[in-house]
């Protein structure tokens, strides 16, 4: 038996998310149906985490094991020919038996993408999220400070998001602007259901004078998503861009 690791990149417009659901097509659907052909038998493929509809990726992460003997590149460009232009095999490896994409996870890299243009781009309009008016992105960039560490995001998440537990830690959060495009990148140990999206919504209000950092502070400290958090962004500016191991594990 053989497990085999797929790095993964899709464009998530039209996905009613990652995770095999009933009420639409969904990215892992398609990746399984081309494993099945491929194959000449089902395979589950276990992914990294879940995306939502919409939302893109340049690194997901997924497994699964098989008895067969195909060579590895035969499984990164047998795949191809059998998925929609929207997705990708990047990679294929092969780690040990015990390994799980989602649980031995370190981190996760997100990206999230705005357009600051009061005119829209068409070429623009699933990647990114246009943001009308000026921003302060100096004070964004003074809050993004103030999530780095450890802390309680329960006023940071869906309000149907079913975690256990919401502290998570966030390893590194920045700015970084490409002329009329501005990037969130947010590196964190793990996310709840929207986490990055609600982020994006208060740092946007900051920008726009609308919130202070330590009304950032303050919702970090409350813990409760009823304290006026920002917004929820829309998906098509988020992108899964990397899943990190520890040393050893993949």
């Avoid at 464009?11 to 399984?32: I, K």
């Avoid at 009308?132 to 940071?156: I, N, P, Q, W």
């Avoid at 919504?201 to 409350?222: H, M, P, Y």
Wanted: with cysteine.
């Amino acid at each position: 038996m053989r497990n085999i690791k797929l790095i993964i990149e899709y464009d998530g417009t039209a996905y009613c998310g990652w995770q095999v659901q009933p009420n639409g097509r969904t990215v892992q659907e398609v990746l399984e149906e081309a494993l099945a052909r491929m194959l000449g038998a089902k395979a589950a493929l276990h992914g990294s985490g879940r995306t939502d509809a919409g939302v893109h990726a340049r690194g997901m992460v997924a497994c699964f094991k098989t008895d067969s003997t195909v060579p590895l590149r035969a499984f990164r460009e047998g795949l191809n020919c059998l998925l929609p232009g929207d997705i990708a095999v990047r990679e294929a490896c092969e780690v040990p038996l015990e390994f799980h994409p989602r649980f031995d996870a370190h981190a996760k890299h997100y990206r999230y993408t705005m357009l600051l243009d009061d005119l829209r781009s068409p070429l623009s309009r699933l990647t990114a999220w246009r943001v009308k008016g000026k921003l302060d992105v100096e004070a964004m960039r003074a809050a993004c400070t103030a999530f780095v560490g450890e802390h309680d995001f329960a006023a940071f998440r869906a309000s149907n998001c079913a975690a256990k537990t919401t502290v998570r830690r966030i390893y590194s959060m920045e700015l970084v602007q490409e002329g009329r495009l501005l990037h969130l990148d947010i590196k964190g140990s793990g996310f709840l259901k929207n986490m990055v999206r609600v982020i994006t919504g208060t740092l946007i209000e900051v920008g726009q004078g609308k919130k202070s950092v330590e009304d950032v502070a303050r919702l970090l400290k409350g813990g409760d998503r009823q304290q006026n958090s920002g917004m929820t962004v829309p998906p098509q500016g988020l992108c899964l861009m990397q899943v990190y191991y520890p040393e050893g594990k993949d």
